[in-house]
């Protein structure tokens, strides 16, 4: 056996016939399988309400993989099929534990999985506190002498951060952290990963990673897609719950931890808990400057009719949900203090893009003439998805006479790598888990930290008239949001096609 192969188990995944299992979860662990990661001893449980026998879900299964893990050939689908099977039962309710301990417990003896059980709670939040509880009631949680027993769990991690102290509360009665892996799929992908292989493996950057160098940092994510059909959900949750609590301050929190002691989980963990407890602070008076919500209106995109965002399905008509968000937040430490960093985030936006960008402060006086093209702030572009790559502008003497200084880009691209494929998020993190390595996976105080400053936010919101904006879907939000970035500044519009010279265009 490859000794860096994780050791035998079995994964139950809750929720086993829902969107994610079928979109993300069975694609994941076929390509882990495909790519030879996973032990040869190993099987999934689904489970679920829903009654299929192994041989429907396989079928459900096969479907889905053939849609999400297209270029994996049928003979591996195949094989990873046999893997699966499929347990009925409603998981509200206490004795139906006794099955599935029941069922696990054959499935340990047919396949010798030395008790190595793995639970994926790809549930409806409110069911966490219940499955968790109930697994325990059965003993389900007890790491024996050979077996470990892991859960991995979904965003939301809470509401607030009072039902995140609760739910880490409950969670830990039955498991202990080193058992529980929150997940935040933003960690998984291989260019969040990259942003420390950048800071620290490269010299120089590092020594100008901070507050005399660099003026300010962008963080931006935006999706051309709508709510489709999550409105319910997203009604509830909106956006800086759905995507800056967890996805963008994660980022954040990568792009201005120090440097941690070693590559291993509790170091780099301990590192980015400081940031997000160094976040300043934004209360009820600093909303109108650091704070903007919008939310998109009915528009034309490209000739097509787009759906204001009350008139989608499960939105309440007069929904007060920002579907937008731009803020400007501080961290206040040595490295950072004043630094302002941007973090701007929408659905209905004109392009699907994630990247970080790093404008380092000009020079302190320039000797030469600018030309049409020159921009005097070199800038680092971390280009998240979806053409992930790093982009660094800088001045270059224009040829000729004189002294004329325009500005050029180094543009690195993920797709001219001879390595073709690059694993998607969930790949990373399941075999992760398996293997027990926490590092890529959220800790409990980490979670409260970002809620304790996210939840002043949601406060102002909801106690006072502070105002949302609308926005016509396809645009860049509300143009109240660029005035928070500063005068005569402006953020970066990312192109459709960013492999432009410097990849910089303005709408
Ligand atoms: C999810 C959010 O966590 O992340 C979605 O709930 C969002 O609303 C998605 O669309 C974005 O993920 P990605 O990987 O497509 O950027």
């Not at 696990?104 to 396949?111: A, F, G, K, R, V």
């Not at 800071?199 to 020594?207: G, M, T």
């Amino acid at each position: 056996m490859n000794p860096h192969q994780p050791e035998p188990f079995i994964i139950t995944i809750f929720g086993a016939s829902g969107d994610l299992s079928a979109r993300k979860l069975l694609p994941a662990l076929l390509y882990l399988e495909h790519d030879r990661l996973l032990p040869h001893t190993y099987c999934i449980l689904g489970v679920g309400r829903t009654s299929f026998s192994d041989q429907q879900f396989r079928e459900k299964a096969g479907n889905a993989l053939k849609e999400h893990a297209a270029t994996v050939n049928a003979t591996v689908r195949k094989k990873f099929l046999k893997r699966l099977h499929y347990h009925v039962m409603n998981t509200s309710d206490s004795n139906d534990y006794i099955g599935l301990k029941q069922k696990l417990t054959e499935l340990d003896i047919s396949i010798g999985s030395s008790r190595n059980f793995l639970y994926y709670l790809a549930t409806p939040p409110v069911l966490y506190q219940t499955i968790i509880g109930y697994l325990s009631t059965q003993g389900l949680n007890r790491e024996e002498k050979q077996g470990w027993k892991r859960v991995i769990i979904e965003k939301p991690f809470g509401y607030d951060l009072k039902t995140a102290r609760q739910l880490n509360k409950e969670i830990l009665k039955s498991f202990k952290e080193n058992q529980i892996y929150r997940i935040d799929h933003y960690l998984g992908k291989e260019t969040v990963q990259n942003i420390l292989v950048t800071r620290f493996a490269n010299s120089i950057f590092e020594p100008v990673w901070n507050r005399h160098y660099i003026e300010r940092i962008e963080i931006t994510s935006a999706e051309s897609i709508g709510v489709e059909n999550r409105g319910g959900y997203y009604d509830k949750a909106g956006a800086v719950r759905d995507m800056i609590q967890n996805h963008l301050l994660q980022i954040l929190g990568m792009i201005a931890l120090e440097p941690p002691v070693n590559a291993e989980a509790d170091s780099i963990r301990n590192e980015t808990l400081k940031v997000f407890q160094s976040l300043r602070p934004i209360s009820i008076k600093d909303m109108a400057d650091q704070v903007i919500r919008g939310q998109y209106l009915a528009s034309t995109i490209q000739g097509k009719k787009v759906a204001a965002y009350r008139q989608e399905k499960g939105v309440a008509p007069d929904s007060q949900t920002e579907t937008f968000v731009a803020m400007k937040l501080f961290v206040d430490n040595p490295r950072w203090k004043d630094v302002p960093f941007f973090i701007r985030y929408g659905k209905r936006m004109p392009v699907r893009v994630t990247e970080v960008v790093v404008r380092f402060k000009p020079v302190a006086y320039t000797i030469f003439e600018q030309g049409p093209t020159s921009a005097q702030n070199n800038t680092l572009i971390i280009r998240i998805q979806p053409d992930e790559g790093i982009l660094l502008t800088f001045g270059l003497k224009t040829p000729g006479t004189g002294f004329e200084v325009s500005e050029k880009s180094l543009d690195f691209h993920y797709s001219s790598l001879e390595q073709t494929r690059l694993s998607e998020a969930y790949e990373r993190l399941l075999l992760d888990c398996v293997k027990g390595d926490q590092t890529l996976y959220l800790r409990g105080d980490a979670v409260e930290a970002t809620w304790k400053f996210i939840d002043p936010v949601l406060q102002a919101w909801q106690h006072h008239s502070i105002k949302l904006y609308g926005y016509p879907a396809g645009t860049w939000g509300p143009k109240e949001a660029d005035k928070l970035i500063g005068k005569g500044a402006t953020w970066r519009y990312p192109c459709k096609n960013l492999t432009s010279d410097t990849g910089f265009c303005q709408l």
